[in-house]
């Protein structure tokens, strides 16, 4: 007597290869009919083969042009590819440094410069957006001669540490100061609540920004936070 799995195992060996037989000749004759051949496995592979390297330029997207940015009151030609950021423009193609990178991804504050006088973070706006806008970093705010009374005022009330986050700082207040001279701790507050200080200095922040805002209402002291 047979076993009854082995014959089990037999007709399913048969079904599957009656099934691909069956599979096959329908193909060809489904080819034949439409007047056309199967592919052979040499086109099948040269079809499947990728297509030559044609360059970085096309793989990124479209080369590099030449835009023109306002920068500190001063008109700059810069030649980007159309991915860079502008915070990238600045530090890279201008070599304005003092716009700091750290986070990269608008989280931190950082990289805040002006934009039409509106404080944004740099990291998160393609350079190309930037053109015929006015743009001012913390270079072009003051310099060490002439200070920003905002600038001033954070290093009289010792408003930094490490410094990374303090250009962004400073860009926040003074965007701020410039709308609103008035401005107390609870407006402070808000302008620089997008800008992480991991050192701490939040209380000689809030001081300077008073001391600045009375100093540019022309009063004699800043109060306390």
Request: glycine residues 10%; aromatic residues 4%; charged residues 20%.
């Amino acid at each position: 007597m047979s076993d009854n799995r082995d014959d089990d195992k037999r007709a399913q060996g048969f079904s599957r290869r009656a099934f691909i037989k069956g599979a096959g000749a329908a193909a060809a004759v489904a080819s034949l009919i439409a007047g056309t051949t199967p592919p052979s496995a040499a086109e099948t592979a040269a079809d499947s083969s990728p297509e030559p390297d044609s360059g970085i330029a096309e793989r990124l997207g479209p080369a590099a042009t030449t835009i023109e940015l306002k920068v500190n009151s001063a008109a700059q030609k810069v030649t980007l590819e159309p991915r860079v950021t502008l915070l990238e423009a600045l530090r890279d193609h201008l070599g304005l440094y003092g716009t700091k990178l750290v986070c990269d991804r608008g989280a931190c504050g950082a990289c805040t410069v002006h934009l039409d006088g509106n404080p944004i973070v740099s990291c998160m706006m393609l350079a190309a957006d930037a053109r015929g806008h006015q743009i001012v970093t913390i270079e072009g705010l003051g310099t060490p001669d002439r200070m920003h009374p905002v600038q001033a005022a954070f290093v009289q009330a010792d408003a930094l540490q490490c410094g990374f986050c303090t250009p962004g700082m400073i860009m926040s207040v003074a965007a701020l100061l410039q709308r609103n001279p008035s401005a107390g701790i609870e407006d402070v507050k808000r302008a620089v609540a997008g800008n992480i200080c991991r050192c701490g200095t939040y209380p000689h922040v809030f001081r300077a920004a008073l001391a600045a805002a009375a100093k540019l209402r022309g009063g004699a002291s800043g109060g306390t936070a």
